[in-house]
């Protein structure tokens, strides 16, 4: 009897603090979401009234005419074009030139492996904006400095061990016998990676699709760097900086230019977030 | 998969011994297609890590305004200058108080919120998941410039709400006041990854098994045992790496202090990457090789506190076995 009670005692007690967890993580919760209410809030209110209207989060009258302005005269369609553009270029060219690397770099012993693998090792934390002058120098001589190109090349060029390193992983998980099968079919070196392996990695490839998806659209010292002279070149990041330079009182017009960038990369997470979560915890486990 | 472990990657299965007789040559000839797949990322490697790490060494000799084609030799001037400029020493403060003080606010407050959201009772789990991640997917450059109305001392939510509930009588200007703007701009990069370190805690407690914590409360622990005994050191040795994935976030700040504060006020946010972006790109007259020979500074002071770092762990290591 006095047992069941302090059971149940016991589970009130652990059900009362479970509901406090919940108060405080909501709370906590709320200030890490209210931003982005605010923001889409104050992109459809009057440029006035984002200022008086208090913590009111409702506009009078929404305003659409606010992102047809950021759209349109501010030049934010072209931005977007320009980001999409870097991304996709990015991602591709991420996926091929790792997948490749790793691939032979977790398979095959070769003359030179190791001082490939240190050079990776002794690099992989340096920080792309302190070589920034040197990476712009470079591109200026191959006059890829104002071009969709250059930048592309700026962003995935360098860096993305991490990228090498996950395929390198599962690459080197995938059973031997495989291979022989396809050797004894005949099958040539190319063809093995391009019709056996490769689609295997499939969930690799997602994971890096995700992580290079999401340095190269929220990167900004290099696309600011390598646009100061083409204005038409610039991302959604650099295009808002500039934007506030320009339009600095037009408060509506740039939250609704905010609105407009973060968008895609709020809807693409909300729908691939199990590749985005497993693709950080990533850098964890391995 | 950790890079060491590559070197024990096999050999090619198609039965080639490992030396043939006839030698190196042929035995490069028949990898060809290893070196085919490694090309892309030698070059390209080469050319965006490896050269600019190189060249930014002769740049920092280098007396050079961007206008000419190249500049003029000047030795070790530039480093001379460096080691005297104040701006460049409390720039360097700046980036250590940085990670000083949101790298352990990040790991201690982003293990507790992981711990809770690991218990597999706990309601709505994912959806604190899902909003305290959803900063770390937006674009830095972009939060730092609408916190800047966030923090707006005439309208801005922030005080709006501190006037509200008074907490102040007068709205605070946050990024204005040369005493206040560093700890904002502080605050909001905790924001925006807390995310991330949440979701490496979580990663390292996932490898826990849950039935440890079921056996301990049947053994009638509570949860400041299981914390102290069973939690906390299985995670210690995920605690490094996530300590070292938080701390580098802490040197790329370059995107928020620029889009938030521009450095200012009175360069009261000047870090390190904004400093040598204001010699190289901001400046009236651009300073390549200054801000080259204080990129180059920086990074070897980075490398000294390392290896200071890595030794004192040592001899405070060996002197607990001592002991």
């Known amino acids: ?286 | 998969m950790a890079l060491s472990e590559l070197d024990s990657g096999q050999r090619a299965i198609d039965g080639r011994p490992v030396s043939t007789p006839s030698g190196l040559l042929t035995r490069l000839w028949n990898d060809r297609w290893i070196y085919l797949f490694l090309l892309p990322t030698v070059i390209l490697y080469s050319m965006y890590a490896l050269w600019p790490i190189g060249v930014s060494w002769w740049y920092s000799l280098l007396d050079w305004n961007g206008f000419g084609r190249s500049g003029t030799y000047n030795g070790l001037d530039n480093y001379r200058e460096v080691f005297r400029d104040g701006f460049f020493w409390r720039a360097v403060g700046r980036t250590f108080l940085f990670a000083v003080i949101t790298v352990p606010i990040r790991l201690i407050a982003s293990l507790i919120v992981a711990i809770m959201l690991n218990n597999p009772r706990l309601p709505f789990a994912k959806f604190f998941r899902t909003a305290l991640f959803l900063p770390v997917v937006t674009t830095t450059a972009i939060i730092g410039i609408v916190m800047q109305f966030v923090f707006d001392p005439a309208g801005g939510p922030i005080n709006i709400m501190l006037l509200k509930t008074g907490i102040v009588d007068r709205p605070m200007n946050f990024l204005g006041d040369s005493s206040s703007a560093l700890y904002t701009v502080m605050g909001v990069h905790i924001w925006k990854w807390f995310g991330v370190t949440m979701i490496y805690w979580l990663a390292a407690l996932q490898t826990i098994n849950q039935d440890l914590y079921e056996a301990a409360k049947v053994d009638g622990a509570n949860a400041r045992d299981v914390f102290w005994h069973i939690t906390l050191p299985l995670l210690k040795p995920f605690a490094l790496i996530i300590g070292i994935l938080t701390f580098i976030d802490t040197m790329e700040v370059f995107d928020l202090v620029l889009t938030m504060t521009g450095g200012g006020p009175f360069f009261s946010t000047e870090v390190i990457d904004v400093f040598i972006y204001r010699q190289a790109f901001a400046a009236t007259i651009p300073r390549l090789g200054y801000a080259s020979a204080a990129a180059v500074a920086f990074g070897l002071l980075t490398i000294v506190l390392a290896i200071i770092q890595v030794l004192a762990l040592r001899n405070a290591r060996s002197a607990r076995r001592a002991a």
């Not at chain 1, 395929?167 to 190319?190: N, T």
Request: glycine content about 8%.
């Open chain 1, 1 to 286: 009897m006095s047992q069941q009670v302090q059971h149940r005692r016991q589970l009130i007690r652990g059900s009362m603090g479970m509901w406090l967890q919940v108060l405080g993580l909501t709370i906590l919760s709320l200030f890490w979401i209210y931003p982005f209410l605010w923001l889409a809030s104050a992109s459809l209110k009057d440029s006035l009234e984002i200022f008086t209207s208090g913590l009111n989060l409702v506009p009078q009258e929404w305003r659409w005419e606010n992102y047809v302005r950021a759209w349109n005269d501010a030049g934010f369609s072209r931005y977007m074009l320009n980001s999409i553009l870097i991304t996709v270029g990015s991602v591709l060219l991420v996926l091929f030139r790792c997948s490749l690397t790793g691939y032979v770099l977790a398979r095959y012993n070769f003359i030179g492996k190791k001082f490939v693998v240190g050079i990776f090792l002794v690099t992989i934390f340096v920080p792309a904006g302190y070589t920034i002058i040197a990476v712009m120098e470079l591109s200026q001589s191959l006059g890829l400095l104002n071009t969709h190109l250059g930048i592309i090349l700026a962003l995935s060029g360098g860096g993305h061990v991490a990228a090498i390193l996950l395929y390198a992983g599962y690459f080197s998980r995938i059973p031997r016998e495989l291979e022989e099968a396809a050797v004894l079919d005949g099958a040539s070196f190319f063809q093995i990676f391009r019709s056996i392996m490769l689609p295997l990695a499939g969930p690799v490839t997602a994971t890096v699709s995700v992580l290079t998806f999401l340095g190269t659209w929220n990167s900004f010292f290099v696309p600011l760097v390598f646009t100061f002279s083409r204005p038409d070149l610039r991302t959604l990041a650099v295009g808002m900086l500039a934007f506030r330079g320009e339009h600095s009182t037009d408060w509506s017009g740039l939250a609704a230019a905010a609105t407009l960038s973060l968008i895609p990369v709020v809807i693409l997470f909300f729908f691939l977030q199990r590749y985005f979560l497993e693709g950080i915890a990533g850098a964890v486990k391995s």
